[in-house]
């Protein structure tokens, strides 16, 4: 009999664990969260089987997803990272640093204790986590647990977010989808409903990441969809002091013209 779980996010308290023996202790009571396996996974199948197209690739991923998710960033806060980092610089070299936790409520219930992944910090970009997540929305995503798949509220730290705008009026949002890294999109499909990406790793050129309006996240072959079209990049467009990474690129001409709002990658 499977068991559902119901669990939402109401507040993340990291807290960094170096003993050994609290560390073990506290497993007891926590649940894990690991990072997706997707790439490496995705990688195996390709060496059972270096004649694999990329159709038959896509597939495969698509049933790797289904098991680990895609990674999200998960995104701390620059005090988070700050904090992290100096703690970091005083770690021994064989050690490493362990225990992010975090906790979670239950609809009915206590809090419940969650293990993050490790930490990964960028030179210029901050920190974050990679969670890996199967559907997310505004209100909403689904992770693994212990291979069961559980829905938390969608925490702030879920930031990367790409909107179709109005082509006439970019300031009147009409879609929203949540992007699992920050990156530039490589199309939208003409109803505007699907998100298209660059697959994470360069190995996998042949393929991207699709996004749809549901929230759902699957690998596609890029010559299924068409995706040699190359965005126009938008140059009059409502500024925003507070955030330079602004940016409009648009697909398509006339009637079909699709109008996307992003952040540029920070650099």
Do not use: H
């Amino acid at each position: 009999m499977k068991i559902k779980f119901n669990i939402f996010l109401c507040s993340v308290i990291f807290l960094i664990v170096f003993n050994a023996t609290l560390f073990a202790q506290a497993k007891l009571n926590a649940f894990p969260i690991q990072s997706s396996t997707l790439i490496a996974d995705l990688r195996q199948r390709k060496a059972d089987n270096p004649k694999i197209t990329a159709k038959e690739l896509a597939v495969a991923g698509n049933e790797i997803i289904a098991n680990v998710g895609v990674n999200y960033n998960f995104e701390l806060s620059e005090s988070n990272c700050k904090a992290l980092s100096e703690v970091r610089k005083k770690l021994k070299p064989d050690q490493k640093m362990s225990a992010l936790r975090g906790k979670l409520n239950q609809p009915q219930g206590s809090p419940v204790d969650i293990i993050f992944p490790d930490v990964n910090f960028t030179d210029n970009c901050g920190c974050y986590l990679n969670i890996p997540g199967l559907n997310v929305v505004e209100t909403d995503f689904i992770t693994k647990i212990n291979g069961v798949n559980i829905k938390f509220n969608r925490p702030s730290n879920f930031k990367q977010t790409v909107d179709l705008v109005d082509n006439t009026v970019v300031t009147r949002q009409i879609r929203r989808w949540y992007i699992p890294f920050p990156t530039t999109p490589i199309g939208v499909y003409e109803d505007g409903t699907i998100l298209f990406l660059e697959f994470p790793d360069s190995e996998f050129k042949e393929l991207a990441l699709a996004i749809y309006e549901s929230g759902t996240i699957q690998i596609v072959s890029k010559s299924d969809w068409d995706l040699r079209e190359k965005p126009k990049q938008l140059k009059d467009f409502p500024r925003d002091a507070s955030n330079p990474n602004l940016n409009f690129i648009s697909f398509g001409e006339g009637e079909k013209k699709r109008v996307l709002k992003f952040n540029s990658p920070c650099k």
